[in-house]
């Protein structure tokens, strides 16, 4: 059975395995994310450990971005306006081909969770659906047509501007650099943390008024993918989204904030099918990663054998 390598890069940490599928998944090893250089010196050691323990065919580096992914520029695989600091133009690919001869599959850690969910978890057998990632971050990857939609660029689902409730939410400023209102800046990890003052937003209880204005939010969001992209299914994964009590309030919000438009029942009547938590739990990412390196694997084989 052919071996990979799979790196989940966040803002806070690298996870890496080697394996062929979610369950094979070898050594895992997580680094914290520091500057660039450190960081990927380590990620290196762990690929050159891997080695010596398996035939590694390939890597997959599924990371925060965002990325330039367009294969035809000069910048390929360098990260671009990263909110982490040191991390503006890395060179992600650069540095790894640098110390491998191997295919590298690379994209954004929401399409890495995306295609992991597409290949082993609740994405398989449908040819369009949206992940979703509520965290640190907010991101949001799309299989359309059986395939991870890129275009111009990668999807920042995170950043589609939202107007804030200002009944519920009247003097909130968001958390996010580059916009005020956009999801991400008001419904992500660390503005719920900014806005309530707390540690972290699972130190919330499920009766705190928190979880209502956050459900409001995405629901917000998921409304506008939804009449935007009209996916099969939306897959929610993220620190955030690991509240039993919230998606229940989110599909109450949809409903309402919808107001009877959309008439498919096989929506609208199973919310709780059509929206729901990831199939491979928090190994999403990590299994993306996998099927990344599998992918470029085969496409290196493919021009072999030509």
Not at 107 to 129: C, K, M, P, Y
Not at 165 to 174: S, T, V
Not at 291 to 298: N, P, Q, T, V
């Amino acid at each position: 059975m052919n071996q990979f390598v799979g790196i989940e890069g966040g803002g806070t940490k690298f996870v890496c395995v080697y394996g062929s599928s979610p369950t094979d998944l070898q050594d895992r090893t997580v680094i914290k994310t520091q500057k660039p250089d450190v960081t990927m010196k380590e990620v290196i050691e762990y690929i050159r450990f891997a080695q010596k323990k398996a035939d590694i065919k390939a890597i997959g580096l599924a990371i925060f971005g965002p990325l330039d992914l367009d294969l035809t520029s000069s910048t390929y695989g360098c990260i671009t306006t990263a909110a982490k600091p040191g991390w503006e133009h890395y060179d992600v690919i650069g540095t790894l081909k640098d110390s491998f001869n191997l295919p590298i599959g690379l994209d954004t850690d929401v399409n890495g969770s995306a295609i992991g969910e597409h290949r082993w978890g609740a994405g398989q057998g449908l040819s369009d659906f949206l992940y979703l990632t509520i965290g640190t971050g907010i991101g949001g990857g799309a299989v359309v047509g059986g395939e991870l939609l890129h275009g111009a660029s990668h999807p920042e689902m995170g950043h589609m501007l939202v107007q804030q409730n200002r009944a519920l939410d009247p003097d909130f400023e968001g958390v996010c650099l580059y916009h005020k209102n956009c999801l991400e800046s008001l419904a992500s990890g660390p503005s719920m943390k900014t806005r309530w003052k707390v540690d972290s937003a699972l130190d919330l209880p499920p009766d705190h008024k928190a979880w209502d204005l956050e459900a409001h939010y995405l629901a917000v969001g998921l409304i506008n993918y939804m009449l935007t992209l009209a996916p099969k299914r939306i897959i929610m994964g993220g620190g955030v989204m690991r509240q039993a009590h919230l998606l229940p309030k989110i599909y109450q919000e949809i409903v309402t904030h919808l107001n009877g438009y959309l008439k498919d029942d096989k929506i609208i009547q199973h919310l709780d099918t059509y929206i729901v938590p990831p199939g491979l739990g928090e190994d999403s990412g990590i299994c993306g990663a996998i099927a990344l390196a599998e992918k470029s694997f085969m496409l290196a084989e493919k021009k072999c054998n030509r």
